[in-house]
Every structure is written in C-alpha cells, then in structure tokens.
C-alpha cells in the first residue's frame, strides 16, 4: 500500500492559473517535504513542514501542513511555464525508524 | 545547498553482470541515501549510508545484492549485484545538509536497464 497518497496525477494548467497538489497519510507525519522535479535533473528541495498548521511560502509556491499532521497541499498562485515539473512530496513519519517515504508524484505542464 | 554528481548518468547492462554507482557531494556531509525509483512507483530508500559505519539497509534490500561503500564524507558507491531485468530502475544517493539537518538533496540519478 501507498504510504503517502498524492493527488492529482498530473495537471494541465493554463499560465496566470492557480493549482493545488495534495498529499496525504493515514499516519502523523514528523517531517513533510516537498521537492520538484525537472527532466533530467535531480529532485530539488522545495520546502519542509514540520508542526502543524505550519505554512511555509517561496515566491509563489505556498505549502501548508494541516493540524493533525497527516495532509499537506502545495499551493501555486499565477502559474508560469518555469512551474511545469514533477513535484513530489516525501515524509518521515512516527514510529518507523529513519524511514523516509515519497508520494507517487504529480506531474505538472504549464500551457503559455 | 549541495551538488551532488552520479556516475554513470546510464547504463544498459546484461543480467547476471554487476554495475557500481559512484556518488560525489561538493560538501563534507555525514548523512547520506541511497534511493530506488522503479517505473510508476514511490522513491524506495535502498539503506543509509553513514561514514564510518555499515551501511543500514531496508526491509527487501540486502548488502550481499546492493553492498555500498562510504570511504569518506563526499564519496560513496552503490553496487547493484548479479543483475536481473527487475532491477531495471533509476538510482538516486541523496544527502542531508543544512543548518537544521532537515534539506535533503538528491543526485541526478542512475537510470539503469537490464537486458
């Protein structure tokens, strides 16, 4: 089973648009991060989230994690092309060692 | 922030043969991952390798098939043994840096295909 469940898939969005990318655990999570992919690079760390209700903004990607620690969301304002990506988010979660997990991606294009 | 270089980026290997991943981080760091990404599924952590100790390997991963050498604080090498086509996948080494221990970064991959 998916540890860490993230939704939407993929995404089309045309630029000036807002988009929001979710990801969930049935689990409290003690750290959640979010990183983005470009093709052919390595993923890039975005932001990380540790207490709940925490949120966290840079430049126009705003992430948010809920109180009870077991859902995040990514929030991009005003999309641009320079957005398009895979972002994924990943997580350490309570009671399973240095365990890390990942959620399966969210692949974003960005339509000029 | 760290750079972290793969080598080699690619590889096309045939079964039963072993391929080693090297792994060079621009900074000293102490934590450092190695990471599985098979097509359509989740980053897997393959083990933690920390200098000066033996790797930790995960449940479903074992030394004597993915043995992995740290010799210092910017090195390290991951071994994919006696290969079969279900190792097919994209190998990552990640590191953990930054004033709170927390910024993880990753290399830029292995993709790696056995035939």
């Known amino acids: 089973s998916q540890e860490l469940e993230q939704s939407p898939q993929s995404l089309i969005v045309q630029e000036g648009k807002n988009l929001t990318i979710n990801c969930t655990s049935s689990k409290t999570l003690y750290g959640l991060y979010w990183y983005k992919q470009k093709y052919g690079e390595g993923l890039i760390f975005l932001m990380m989230?540790?207490?709940?209700?925490e949120e966290k903004s840079h430049e126009k990607i705003t992430a948010k994690l809920d109180e009870k620690k077991q859902q995040s969301s990514l929030h991009i304002t005003a999309s641009q092309p320079s957005h398009a990506g895979i972002y994924l988010c990943g997580a350490e979660m309570r009671n399973t060692g240095n365990q890390f997990y990942f959620g399966t991606g969210t692949s974003l294009t960005v339509i000029p | 922030s760290a750079v972290i270089s793969q080598k080699p980026s690619r590889d096309i290997c045939q079964r039963g043969t072993s391929l080693t991943i090297q792994c060079q981080v621009d900074s000293q760091v102490t934590m450092m991952f190695w990471y599985r990404q098979q097509p359509g599924q989740s980053l897997t952590l393959i083990a933690t390798?920390?200098?000066?100790?033996?790797?930790?390997?995960e449940s479903g991963f074992v030394i004597d098939k993915f043995p992995i050498s740290r010799p210092n604080l910017t090195f390290s090498t991951l071994t994919v043994s006696n290969m079969s086509p279900e190792d097919s996948s994209i190998y990552l080494c990640?590191?953990?840096?930054?004033?709170?221990?927390?910024?993880?970064?990753f290399g830029p991959g292995t993709r790696l295909t056995v035939t």
């Open positions: 390798a920390n200098q000066g100790s033996e790797a930790t390997y």
């Open positions: 989230l540790q207490k709940g209700g």
């Open positions: 990640s590191v953990v840096f930054g004033r709170t221990g927390y910024e993880q970064y």
